[in-house]
């Protein structure tokens, strides 16, 4: 006879044997199997979890990874963020353009206690739950759908109400935002639940994404239309965090950076602008 498998305090039932932890950043589980990880790593203090799938390499999604692993679990992660958890420094050099920042520079979310990888979701292979790539966020960002067809989705997907406090989400690659919504909108699934927020139904979810998709093409239209006349890179950084109404300090800063140019590296790629250097500054101009 198996023994009654535990869960973590505060779990959830959602749909068959699948549970979410609620949090700052939810988890999901499934029988032993964990999805991202709860802030809080005493609640899978003699839990049992034998495998932890993480959906990308920011620190608040593996934050008790190290802790879960030291239990016995084997950790995966997609090829393009395994570094990243491996080695959370990997981040913040990215982000301040491989120099090495200050602190006073670093959003907590980049800080992160690292965790070894064991392996990678490109040759994951579980019955309980499979990995669907929906990157954009990060390059390998990717989602589980549970075989009780609850999806989670990690960064993916910002609830309509999430966009007030965060109203330009860090993205890499905005055209991948979108191409991953619109696939997760073609999907079959009982709820999404998403990192942050709570869960919705599937029915639900799709306001949600057609929300975002929305602020998407509404910023990146803005971007477009700043550039009628030529700006440079800081300038242009400057104006959309005015308009999204970001608040002036280093860390948001460094994100709207990496955000901003998401957009212009898409936007030059799609031959919409153009880039050039004259007076030793970067300018973009709307072709
Ligand atoms: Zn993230």
């Not at 120099?99 to 992160?112: C, E, Q, V, Y």
């Not at 019955?127 to 993916?156: E, N, Y």
């Not at 909108?185 to 999404?192: I, P, V």
């Amino acid at each position: 006879m198996s023994p009654a498998v535990k869960i973590p305090r505060d779990a959830q039932p959602l749909a068959g044997d699948t549970r979410y932890v609620p949090g700052l950043t939810n988890a999901g589980f499934v029988l032993g199997l964990a999805i991202d990880t709860s802030p809080d790593e005493s609640v899978y203090e003699g839990i049992g979890v034998d495998r932890l799938g993480i959906t990308h390499g920011h620190a608040d999604h593996f934050s008790a990874g190290a802790f879960i692993r030291d239990m016995g679990a084997s950790v995966w992660a997609a090829r393009d963020d395994a570094t990243l958890i491996e080695n959370p420094e990997v981040n913040i050099r990215g982000m301040f353009s491989w120099a090495k920042p200050s602190d006073l520079l670093i959003t907590r979310l980049f800080r992160g206690e690292p965790c070894k990888v064991d392996g990678y979701l490109e040759d994951w292979d579980d019955p309980r739950a499979t990995v669907v790539p929906l990157p954009g966020h990060t390059l390998g960002h990717c989602g589980f759908l549970t075989r009780d067809g609850v999806l989670f989705s990690g960064d993916a997907l910002y609830l309509e109400e999430l966009w007030e406090r965060h109203p330009l989400p860090y993205a890499i690659d905005p055209d991948l935002v979108v191409a991953s919504l619109e696939a997760i909108a073609g999907m079959e699934y009982e709820w999404l639940v998403p990192a942050h927020g709570h869960p919705v139904s599937q029915a639900d979810s799709l306001r949600h994404i057609e929300h975002h998709i929305r602020q998407i093409k509404g910023i990146e239209a803005l971007v477009l239309q700043l550039l009628d006349q030529a700006r440079t890179t800081e300038e242009i950084i400057a104006l959309i965090s005015a308009d999204r109404c970001l608040s002036d300090n280093p860390a948001q800063y460094w994100l709207a950076v990496t955000t901003v140019k998401g957009f212009l590296g898409g936007l030059l790629a799609k031959g919409s602008i153009e880039f050039y250097v004259k007076g030793h500054s970067g300018w973009w101009h709307a072709l």
